[in-house]
């Protein structure tokens, strides 16, 4: 009840319900006039006109079919829906932000990492290049890393790191709730800031729009910067659906967290939503840091407007670090560009696996060429397997995820539900050699809309573990079948048809 009434009375509550109404009215007046004035007939021409052009555009087939069916079955709502949200323009000013921002961290990698990619393995160079030649994201040795399975693991040793903190705390969540996890977490920043530790904390704007305002004006009393990103407004614009969705953490340059925890309590099962809440987190020391800390000033500078150059120098801190052996990459991935980096990353991990590759994901909404990759690594007899959760945290949307089982449990992909609650994870597992932890999950929003990141990792040790999880958790899942798939009912068969149809647009 009490998560309820906060939903209640949020800034979301006052934004959703404007934003479906300015679209309601616009849908009415153009109908209106169209009916009016005789447009109609206009309008089933130039739905014709736009459906050719919106086939020979380069995006995904999925996209492309779902606004044809639109645009064709109803003109007069699908045309000026295209026109103002459909060809995925992002505004300027969040383009010139994150390209300025990007371009600035691009900078400051030149030069990191290994240099001469003969140090690596070919098997190596093949699952890095991609990342290093076409992104400019250096691939490091002098790194290693702690695997974390779940978000009571995670959080005490990422309290203790925060507090080994001397000169700055870099935090980027696309959720921040309330709660214990919470409570903890402040009273620690706010200790740090009076001992002279710079304390910065990037937030999603609609990831935390329960949370109230007054929170956020007490941790800047307390000297804690705290920058939304992309402010959630009652409009019916295109920007509001590109969400920061990274978990970043930075402490000295030192080390760093990523993955798929947020801060909020379920997170770390001190409150049950969706049963057992399986998440998972990485740990990075060395080198490797450096990427990530470059990364969220970039985004630092996107959300700090005017307020000057950030001197990257100054949080360039440097360490004698050995490593654990392996190889890392820190990487992110923007909607402001032509490159879906994390779809191609975990392209990269299914086309390149030989023996066996297992993933999490809490989502799994495919778009074609994820789909074909997937169904084409099991015909060639890749032991390709997917994690899924059975307790879901959105109704409709595991419907869609559902929908997507037939066709890969027919080309050999294993798929299971696991039983004891949500699996949160984001995770890639393969051949014991290369692993993926990070924020992006299989679907639309992840791969198209949202700003993400991940680690791909090789070599290190800590890679078994996460193979080692993904099985154990299989034993506590039920594995679906097609047999299983065949029993829904017709009605069900459709609203999932229908909807797997339509999300590419939402």
Same mark, same amino acid.
């Given at each position: 009840?009490?998560?309820?009434?906060?939903?209640?009375?949020?800034?979301?509550?006052?934004?959703?319900?404007?934003?479906?109404?300015?679209?309601?009215?616009?849908?009415?007046?153009?109908?209106?006039?169209?009916?009016?004035?005789?447009?109609?007939?206009?309008?089933?021409?130039?739905?014709?006109?736009?459906?050719?052009?919106?086939?020979?555009?380069?995006?995904?087939?999925?996209?492309?079919?779902?606004?044809?069916?639109?645009?064709?079955?109803?003109?007069?709502?699908?045309?000026?829906?295209?026109?103002?949200?459909?060809?995925?323009?992002?505004?300027?000013?969040?383009?010139?932000?994150?390209?300025?921002?990007?371009?600035?961290?691009?900078?400051?990698?030149?030069?990191?990492?290994?240099?001469?990619?003969?140090?690596?393995?070919?098997?190596?160079?093949?699952?890095?290049?991609?990342?290093?030649?076409?992104?400019?994201?250096?691939?490091?040795?002098?790194?290693?890393?702690?695997?974390?399975?779940?978000?009571?693991?995670?959080?005490?040793?990422?309290?203790?790191?925060?507090?080994?903190?001397?000169?700055?705390?870099?935090?980027?969540?696309?959720?921040?709730?309330?709660?214990?996890?919470?409570?903890?977490?402040?009273?620690?920043?706010?200790?740090?800031?009076?001992?002279?530790?710079?304390?910065?904390?990037?937030?999603?704007?609609?990831?935390?729009?329960?949370?109230?305002?007054?929170?956020?004006?007490?941790?800047?009393?307390?000297?804690?910067?705290?920058?939304?990103?992309?402010?959630?407004?009652?409009?019916?614009? &295109?920007?509001?659906?590109?969400?920061?969705?990274?978990?970043?953490?930075?402490?000295?340059?030192?080390?760093?967290?990523?993955?798929?925890?947020?801060?909020?309590?379920?997170?770390?099962?001190?409150?049950?939503?969706?049963?057992?809440?399986?998440?998972?987190?990485?740990?990075?020391?060395?080198?490797?840091?450096?990427?990530?800390?470059?990364?969220?000033?970039?985004?630092?500078?996107?959300?700090?407007?005017?307020?000057?150059?950030?001197?990257?120098?100054?949080?360039?801190?440097?360490?004698?670090?050995?490593?654990?052996?392996?190889?890392?990459?820190?990487?992110?991935?923007?909607?402001?560009?032509?490159?879906?980096?994390?779809?191609?990353?975990?392209?990269?991990?299914?086309?390149?696996?030989?023996?066996?590759?297992?993933?999490?994901?809490?989502?799994? &909404?495919?778009?074609?060429?994820?789909?074909?990759?997937?169904?084409?690594?099991?015909?060639?007899?890749?032991?390709?397997?997917?994690?899924?959760?059975?307790?879901?945290?959105?109704?409709?949307?595991?419907?869609?995820?559902?929908?997507?089982?037939?066709?890969?449990?027919?080309?050999?992909?294993?798929?299971?539900?696991?039983?004891?609650?949500?699996?949160?994870?984001?995770?890639?597992?393969?051949?014991?050699?290369?692993?993926?932890?990070?924020?992006?999950?299989?679907?639309?929003?992840?791969?198209?809309?949202?700003?993400?990141?991940?680690?791909?990792?090789?070599?290190?040790?800590?890679?078994?573990?996460?193979?080692?999880?993904?099985?154990?958790?299989?034993?506590?899942?039920?594995?679906?079948?097609?047999?299983?798939?065949?029993?829904?009912?017709?009605?069900?068969? &459709?609203?999932?048809?229908?909807?797997?149809?339509?999300?590419?647009?939402?």
């Amino acid at each position: 009840m009490r998560r309820i009434l906060k939903f209640l009375t949020s800034k979301a509550m006052i934004c959703i319900p404007l934003a479906l109404l300015q679209v309601g009215v616009l849908f009415v007046i153009f109908y209106r006039v169209a009916d009016i004035y005789q447009f109609l007939p206009v309008f089933n021409v130039l739905s014709i006109i736009l459906a050719i052009y919106i086939i020979n555009r380069f995006e995904d087939p999925s996209y492309k079919i779902a606004w044809c069916c639109l645009i064709l079955a109803v003109p007069v709502v699908g045309v000026p829906l295209y026109l103002l949200a459909g060809n995925r323009k992002i505004p300027r000013k969040l383009i010139d932000g994150t390209i300025r921002a990007a371009m600035k961290t691009n900078g400051f990698l030149d030069g990191e990492g290994i240099q001469d990619t003969e140090q690596l393995s070919e098997e190596n160079r093949i699952r890095f290049e991609y990342g290093k030649d076409r992104l400019g994201f250096p691939v490091y040795d002098k790194t290693s890393c702690r695997y974390y399975k779940s978000g009571e693991d995670w959080f005490p040793d990422y309290l203790a790191e925060l507090e080994k903190a001397e000169k700055f705390i870099f935090m980027e969540f696309y959720i921040v709730d309330q709660g214990s996890c919470l409570d903890e977490l402040t009273e620690i920043l706010e200790r740090k800031v009076s001992e002279g530790v710079e304390v910065v904390l990037i937030y999603d704007d609609f990831g935390c729009v329960t949370m109230p305002r007054k929170f956020w004006k007490k941790l800047a009393e307390k000297g804690i910067k705290a920058y939304p990103f992309n402010k959630v407004r009652p409009a019916f614009i &295109i920007q509001m659906n590109n969400r920061d969705h990274r978990k970043i953490t930075i402490i000295d340059n030192r080390t760093a967290f990523v993955g798929g925890v947020n801060i909020a309590d379920e997170y770390v099962n001190r409150i049950s939503r969706f049963g057992y809440w399986k998440d998972s987190a990485l740990k990075l020391t060395g080198d490797a840091v450096w990427s990530l800390t470059a990364m969220f000033l970039g985004m630092y500078t996107n959300v700090r407007d005017d307020e000057g150059e950030i001197d990257y120098a100054k949080y360039r801190l440097t360490y004698d670090s050995q490593g654990d052996g392996g190889k890392y990459q820190p990487y992110s991935d923007s909607p402001t560009d032509d490159e879906t980096a994390a779809l191609y990353y975990h392209m990269n991990m299914v086309n390149q696996a030989e023996k066996y590759i297992y993933m999490d994901t809490p989502y799994l &909404i495919l778009n074609t060429p994820m789909q074909s990759s997937l169904m084409l690594a099991a015909k060639n007899g890749v032991d390709v397997r997917i994690m899924t959760p059975y307790i879901p945290d959105k109704i409709l949307v595991n419907q869609i995820t559902k929908a997507n089982y037939l066709p890969l449990l027919q080309s050999g992909v294993r798929i299971y539900e696991y039983l004891p609650g949500f699996d949160h994870s984001k995770n890639f597992v393969s051949d014991d050699k290369t692993a993926i932890i990070g924020s992006a999950n299989m679907d639309y929003r992840s791969y198209f809309l949202h700003f993400e990141n991940g680690v791909l990792m090789a070599d290190t040790d800590e890679i078994l573990k996460i193979r080692d999880d993904f099985l154990a958790a299989a034993q506590a899942a039920k594995e679906i079948t097609i047999a299983d798939v065949k029993k829904t009912i017709l009605p069900v068969r &459709i609203v999932r048809a229908v909807l797997n149809l339509f999300i590419p647009l939402v």
